[in-house]
């Protein structure tokens, strides 16, 4: 079942002190869709979606959530809604696995409620669906890079909420645990109909998984569409400086970017 929560960003201004980063930015994000947010670094990419989860206060116009400022609404409300997962968050140290997944349920309760069998059940599918129920009672420390991505996604979905914002969920991640987590996040948007809003690095893996891309260029929506599109030649010059070749990818038909650099093969 999709999501009806829309989210939008309506001319925001964002900056930290005296720098501005994002400049009179304007976004309605697709429920129910898979949008992924592109750019070169610096660009306002992770920025945007701090905003978006209200980490960060706009300087100029507001974030919006159904119709109202995010500002506006109460935090708990906000957070049974939208979910945050940062880039490299930390755990506290020595928390075990189903620990830290158990306090996406916070939201959720009541000041010193016990836990219901829904909460223990949210946790339990959570470590199902990510595939780290063996890994329950494991301490995060002892974890590899690509478990504890698993761990911390999985509480993103303990949260259960209906939209869920990911920084650069793949960073420090081979190619192979890359694949698994926006696999994960796919296989959660089609069954849960989850609108998943991810700031990614990689366009190709934004290409090959998005419904919808988003490119940013110095604090500004530059384009935004489906990967057919949006990616090309011309695009990729804009938006990273960097001349290619776009062909379709042979596996997904969709865009795959081929870099051309200063020193070709032959």
């Known amino acids: 079942m999709t999501t009806t929560h829309q989210l939008s960003a309506d001319a925001v201004t964002l900056a930290y002190g005296d720098r501005t980063v994002v400049e009179q930015l304007s976004l309605d994000l697709a ?27 706009p300087r100029d116009g507001r974030i919006v959530l159904d119709g109202a ?8 409300e906000v957070a049974r809604t939208l979910g945050l997962l940062p880039q490299s968050p930390l755990a506290p140290e020595g928390i075990a696995v189903t620990d830290l997944v158990g306090r996406g349920r916070h939201p959720h309760q009541k000041l010193l409620a016990r ?22 009672d494991r301490s995060v420390d002892e974890l590899s890079g690509g478990q504890r991505q698993r761990v911390w996604i999985a509480m993103a979905l303990a949260q259960e909420t209906d939209i869920l914002l990911l920084d650069e969920p793949t960073t420090f991640l081979d190619v192979a645990h ?6 994960l996040l796919t296989d959660l948007n089609h069954s849960r109909g989850t609108t998943i809003v991810m700031v990614l690095h990689d366009l190709n893996l934004a290409a090959r998984y998005a419904d919808e891309l988003v490119a940013v260029l110095d604090g500004r929506v530059h384009t935004l569409g489906a990967p057919a599109d949006v990616v090309t ?34």
């Open 178 to 183: 890359q694949m698994d987590v926006l696999d």
């Open 31 to 57: 429920p129910g869709k898979i949008t992924a947010i592109v750019g070169a670094n610096g660009c306002g990419k992770s920025t945007l979606l701090r905003a978006l989860a209200r980490l960060l206060k």
């Open 115 to 136: 836990w219901t069998a829904h909460d223990y059940q949210a946790v339990a599918d959570a470590l199902e669906a990510t595939g780290i129920a063996d890994l329950a």
């Open 233 to 266: 030649s011309d695009l990729v010059r804009d938006v990273f400086g960097l001349e290619c070749t776009v062909i379709p990818d042979p596996l997904t038909g969709k865009p795959l970017v081929l870099p051309e650099g200063r020193h070709h093969v032959r």
């Open 69 to 76: 400022a995010l500002a506006s609404r109460n935090t708990k």
